[in-house]
Structures are given as C-alpha cells and as structure tokens.
Nanobody, 122 residues
C-alpha cells in the first residue's frame, strides 16, 4: 500500500521554526516530483513548494520564498519542509504530495498524505 505520512506539525509562536517531514512507503518515490501544499482554515488548498526528483530544482510560492526550504533524501524516501520566520498566516494543514511533473495544480499529483496541522500564534 502506497502511503505518504507527514509529521512535525504543531503550535509555534510567530517568528519560530518548524520542520515538517513526509515519509513515503509502498514504493520508491525517487523519480517523482514531491511537493507541499497547505489549506488554511476556511480557504482553498494552495501550493507551497516543490522539488525535482534529484533535488536540484525547487520552486516556491512567493509568500514563503526565502523563509521555507524544501529538501529530500531519496535514500530515506522522505521529503522535508523547513519553515523559518513563521507568521500567523502560515497557519494551515500541510500536505505532501507526489507526482510525475512539477506543477502548482494539486489535482495533478497522484499521491497525498493525510496532513499535519501547523498553528502559528501571534
């Protein structure tokens, strides 16, 4: 069974940091584009960041560029999202996703995790 399992969410004060992890199982994802999306309360899901299969190419939504870093370790079948200088508007459920091409469109990704809650207090 193919699974993506996120962890690392929690409650943090504004200006703080969190590191999210997404562990994949069931098959190797070393050839897939991996991405993070988030869904703020009462809003639509939105793209956050993506990373190419070899980790060379990364892409961020403007609102997190310079504060968040996506990375991956294909030997561990895991992708990470380091989040620094967190703001209350970063509060959301964060999801990881896997797909065959880089896109900001969530429906283009084939596999999704269950999500992890990130809450940033002011």
């Amino acid at each position: 069974q193919v699974q993506l399992v996120e962890s690392g969410g929690g409650l943090v004060q504004a200006g703080g940091s969190l590191r999210l992890s997404c562990a994949a199982s069931g098959r190797t994802f070393s050839s897939d584009v991996m991405a993070w999306f988030r869904q703020p309360p009462g809003k639509e899901r939105e793209f956050v960041a993506s990373i190419s299969w070899n980790g060379v190419n990364t892409y961020y939504v403007d609102s997190v560029n310079g504060r968040f870093t996506i990375s991956r370790d294909n030997t561990k079948n895991t992708v990470y999202l380091q989040m620094n200088s967190l703001k209350p508007e970063d509060t959301a459920v964060y999801y990881c996703a896997a797909g065959v091409r880089r896109t900001v469109v969530g429906d283009s990704y084939d596999y999704w995790g269950q999500g992890t809650q990130v809450t940033v207090s002011s």
